[in-house]
């Protein structure tokens, strides 16, 4: 290693620390600047083609590779490059890849051994394509199902997210102490993303993570340690920040915790221009993350101008020579850990599963896929039509039902995943309505799939399937825990009102509130998001597969979205699950929720209209309907859903914009906005008398297009018939929407 470091100039040192995407950078780049690594991001694909098939992936891989280890001029070594990837349920990148159920449904299943081959499959499938190095397990400790990456967790119990986290660590890799550790068929993985990201302030993805430090280590830390000890070779640092401290700049964890305490020897990575986060950094100039622990720069696009800043700051001294050498020998131990840096390694295309893909969505890795997704079921409810019988005249309902893109979420070919992802982009995969209507007819039934709900002749029963569309990071952040889109509740309160006997299948990336549904419905299954092989759902609703599924996450009984993690204000805890032989009814749930859509509330502004009696003001001047320009405010009509239907509000240093009731209505304010670019000075929201700084709130919502403001009694004192925003420098914010509603007693202020 240090013969190596040694030979290496200080700029080609430097090049190992820096990570770009590759829809930002050719094979001749690699050749001119040798990057250490480099990643495709969740909407990047080889040659600009997100859906390129298989061949095209291994292409690319040859091509980086053969680049990067061309020969220099110099007496210089030349490093091979690595590939990382975000195959976090599968090698779910690539067309045919199979697509295992997101992490939450693994938590379910509680099977560590599952877990394991698991990450053996994706290992071959991500080998196959020419891939070396794969950015998972997630092993956050989801702690607020608000939260939008709550999926990537295998649970709100440390414990069970160590050992699976673990599992999947030895799958990916191979066991520790075996010789097949990072051979043939296994590949780099990465725990991450450390530390905090499941426990950040009512769930706002990046946002903040407070506390004292042991107790947060207790449980966001618990599974960092087992990662280690089964040998994982990377770390990626987190987005939020813990105690005001980006992780991306906290020495105190990357450094005296990561390294110091639990003994990790590997490489630190950063996320997606996380680095650019840490006070006095930005993406092109961040010196601090390097001091601070961080190894590599996942820098997907500015790679350019961050190397010509580490390089100045390694040569003005900013960066010792020891921290930069320290850095470069860990990517090198890592690479000559997987047999990278060997006299005899070869070109992807030229090693032992290289263009092996038929292993791809081989029957044996969708055999372990539907595996997983049977014992992933959680049956919540079960009035005795479970299980479904022989002969039986089976209707199935629901957009959801025939969309393998909707079962599989986020991370799914493309980054948010999505509907429009329809069935042609999964060759080989089995949607629920398929697997459902093989199963029926396998047992001498008829099946029909009616999306509306409608039907000729009558159904025996109607499975209908339904829940969130797909969604990842803050794109997934909410603010309570209501399912808006209320097609599952009409079809089964349909079926009900016509009384045929509905089995409820939810699809979604947590717990949610389902009170109206779980009435509705004679049995519930909590599906999760199982993925590609959707027979795993009959399996189970045939009762071919016992229903083994526990609930790794505490199911609400509110849908205001204050984070339950054990029994108090759980409807069903941690651990609950029924077999398919336990029928005891459920008890009538209360469907009063203050988020509805049908509670009484008072829209200030709506549609680009302000309601009777609502006066918007610049300083001392109006603003008729929130338009026009006067004392440091510009306020602009923008189409949000519609024409002008929202407005851009522009602040000048020192303007303040407030709304005001002329009568003495009553409510919660829910307030619908946007913001592009986050706050350089102090930004002040004034309800009545009471002020509430709202600064680093919108920081965090920079870039993550609508989100919801809530100010509910808990943060206020006194009259709130008054709402202002004031802003100490200029600043630019979109409010598609300001409402007054009767929330529920337990919802939190949130910004």
Same mark, same amino acid.
């Given at each position: ?581 336990? *029928?005891?009814? +459920?008890? @009538?749930? $209360?469907?009063?929720? =203050?988020?509805?859509?049908? #509670?009484? !509330?008072? %829209? ?51 303007? *303040?914009?407030? +709304?005001? @009731?002329? $009568?003495?209505?009553? =409510?919660?304010?829910?307030? #619908?906005? !946007?913001? %592009? ?75």
């Amino acid at each position: 290693m240090e013969q190596l470091l040694g030979r290496m100039s200080m700029e080609r040192k430097v090049a190992q620390l820096i990570q770009p995407q590759i829809n930002s950078f050719t094979a001749e780049d690699m050749r001119r600047y040798r990057f250490g690594s480099y990643l495709n991001g969740g909407n990047g694909g080889p040659f600009g083609d997100e859906y390129a098939p298989a061949a095209q992936w291994l292409k690319l891989a040859d091509e980086m590779w053969d680049a990067s280890t061309a020969p220099l001029p110099s007496d210089e070594p030349a490093i091979p490059t690595i590939w990382g990837t975000d195959a976090v349920h599968g090698h779910t990148n690539v067309v045919g890849a199979t697509i295992f159920p997101h992490n939450i449904g693994l938590g379910a299943t509680g099977d560590a051994d599952l877990v394991r081959r698991i990450g053996e499959a994706t290992a071959v499938e991500i080998e196959a394509t020419g891939i070396d190095w794969n950015f998972s397990p997630t092993v956050a400790v989801a702690r607020d199902h608000r939260w939008g990456r709550t999926y990537e967790s295998y649970s709100e119990d440390p414990r069970l997210t160590a050992s699976l986290g673990a599992a999947l660590v030895e799958g990916l890799q191979g066991r520790r102490a075996s010789q097949d550790f990072l051979g043939r068929g296994h590949v780099i993985a990465t725990a991450k993303h450390f530390f905090g990201d499941g426990g950040t302030e009512q769930g706002v993805d990046q946002g903040d993570v407070n506390g004292y430090i042991d107790e947060l280590k207790a449980i966001h830390a618990t599974p960092y340690p087992a990662a280690i000890a089964a040998g994982v070779q990377s770390v990626m640092a987190s987005f939020n920040s813990v105690n005001g401290s980006k992780m991306h700049g906290n020495q105190a964890m990357l450094t005296g915790v990561l390294r110091d305490e639990m003994g990790f020897d590997g490489v630190t990575v950063g996320d997606w221009n996380g680095h650019g986060q840490v006070a006095g950094c930005t993406v092109t100039d961040c010196p601090q993350a390097l001091l601070a622990g961080l190894d590599i720069y996942m820098v997907p696009d500015d790679w350019t101008a961050l190397m010509d800043s580490l390089v100045a700051q390694v040569r003005d001294g900013t960066i010792p020579m020891a921290r930069l050498d320290e850095a470069v020998g860990r990517v090198l131990r890592m690479k000559l850990r997987a047999g990278l840096l060997d006299g005899d390694a070869r070109r992807p295309s030229q090693r032992a599963n290289g263009g092996a893909f038929d292993r791809l969505g081989s029957p044996e890795h969708r055999s372990i896929a539907r595996e997983a997704v049977a014992k992933s079921q959680v049956l919540l409810k079960n009035a005795g039509v479970l299980p479904l019988r022989s002969g039986q005249d089976i209707l199935v309902a629901g957009i959801a039902a025939d969309s393998i893109g909707q079962a599989s979420g986020g991370w799914t070919l493309t980054w948010q995943g999505g509907r429009e992802l329809t069935n042609d982009y999964f060759p080989g995969a089995t949607s629920i309505w398929s697997g459902l209507q093989q199963a029926t007819e396998g047992a001498g039934g008829a099946a029909t799939l009616s999306v509306d709900g409608s039907y000729g002749d009558r159904p025996d029963v109607a499975v209908v399937v339904f829940g969130e569309e797909p969604y990842a990071e803050f794109a997934g952040d909410r603010k309570n825990l209501v399912l808006a889109d209320e097609e599952g509740l009409e079809l089964l309160r349909k079926f009900r009102s016509d009384g045929i006997p509905t089995v409820a299948v939810l699809l979604s990336g947590r717990p949610l509130w389902m009170n109206r549904e779980l009435n509705a419905a004679d049995a519930f299954v909590a599906s999760w998001l199982p993925g590609g092989e959707g027979a795993g759902v009959a399996d189970i609703l045939f009762g071919r597969r016992e229903a083994t599924g526990r609930l790794s996450f505490s199911w609400p009984e509110s849908c205001a979205g204050t984070p339950v993690n054990d029994a108090r204000g759980a409807l069903f805890a941690f651990g609950y699950g029924r077999s398919l032989s336990e *029928t005891s009814p +459920l008890p @009538q749930l $209360d469907e009063t929720c =203050g988020f509805l859509a049908g #509670s009484d !509330a008072t %829209d200030w502004f709506v549609n680009g209209r302000l309601d009777r009696g609502i006066v918007a003001r610049a300083g001392e001047t109006d603003l008729p309907n929130l338009r026009g320009e006067a004392e440091g405010i510009v306020a602009r009509g923008i189409d949000n859903l519609r024409q002008e239907d929202a407005r851009e509000i522009t602040f000048a240093a020192g303007a *303040t914009l407030s +709304l005001a @009731q002329s $009568d003495q209505g009553g =409510g919660d304010y829910r307030i #619908s906005y !946007a913001i %592009d670019r986050r706050p350089t000075a102090p930004v002040v929201l004034r309800v009545g008398d009471t002020e509430i700084d709202i600064t680093s709130q919108l920081a965090h919502a920079e870039g993550k297009d609508w989100r919801e403001m809530i100010v509910t009694e808990q943060c206020t004192d006194g009259p709130r018939d008054s709402l202002a925003i004031s802003s100490q420098a200029p600043l630019a914010i979109r409010i598609a929407s300001i409402a007054r509603q009767d929330l529920p007693d337990d919802t939190q202020c949130s910004f």
